[in-house]
């Protein structure tokens, strides 16, 4: 069986979700420079380009073939811009179990991308892929997130305590670190029914394996 995830490129109607390459880092960098990117993740602020392309070339290729997580762009299907990021982290192949996020452009925001890429993530996960469950850990805070989750049918299991560092602009400017709670949502299989009528008009996905 396996325990390392393939290259992958995921297409819905509107979206191609596929590994991250050398020509994105200009946009990652500035995507990841973002006042609420900074203040909902602890992606390192300011973000540099030599940051991004640390990450495309050395962290994600690593996190891939190592089986912990994949990292997909996800761009748009008609630009080729890129207008976020879909994350799978601590991934446990024995009980077929990922962490699941995203992250969504300034300039993007609005469009419904991160529920659409979120989904078709899913769809291929827990179809393909066999899995068994998908996490999500939302800040307390963090309603658009949270939106998210609910949209592609996600089950909220309850709250972890003080589980969770935001950060918070210092009137000086700089950031400061506050902490909150983790709200954890679950996706398995048969909470997909529900999702899927609301992407009805999406066309669905279609993944392509070893995209290159």
């Not at 996960?125 to 609910?150: H, P």
């Not at 029914?193 to 392509?208: K, P």
Request: aromatic share 8%.
């Amino acid at each position: 069986m396996t325990s390392t995830f393939p290259n992958i490129s995921i297409s819905t109607e509107r979206l191609v979700l596929r590994p991250l390459d050398e020509d994105d880092v200009p946009a990652l960098a500035e995507m990841m420079n973002d006042e609420q990117v900074a203040a909902w993740t602890d992606v390192p602020q300011p973000f540099t380009a030599d940051a991004a392309r640390h990450w495309i070339t050395d962290y994600a290729p690593t996190e891939r073939t190592a089986g912990r997580g994949l990292d997909l762009a996800v761009t748009e299907f008609l630009t080729q811009r890129l207008v976020g990021i879909v994350q799978l982290a601590k991934t446990n192949w024995h009980i077929r179990s990922t962490e699941l996020s995203y992250i969504i452009a300034p300039w993007a925001r609005g469009e419904g991308y991160a529920s659409e890429a979120a989904l078709a993530t899913a769809q291929w996960l827990l179809g393909d892929q066999k899995f068994e469950r998908i996490e999500l850990r939302t800040a307390a805070d963090n309603t658009a997130s949270q939106q998210v989750a609910q949209k592609i049918g996600c089950i909220s299991e309850g709250v972890l305590r003080n589980a969770c560092i935001v950060h918070v602009r210092t009137e000086d400017g700089s950031w400061t670190d506050v902490r909150t709670d983790f709200i954890v949502w679950s996706l398995l299989p048969e909470d997909l029914e529900g999702a899927d009528g609301q992407f009805a008009d999406t066309g669905g996905f279609t993944s392509y394996s070893d995209w290159n």
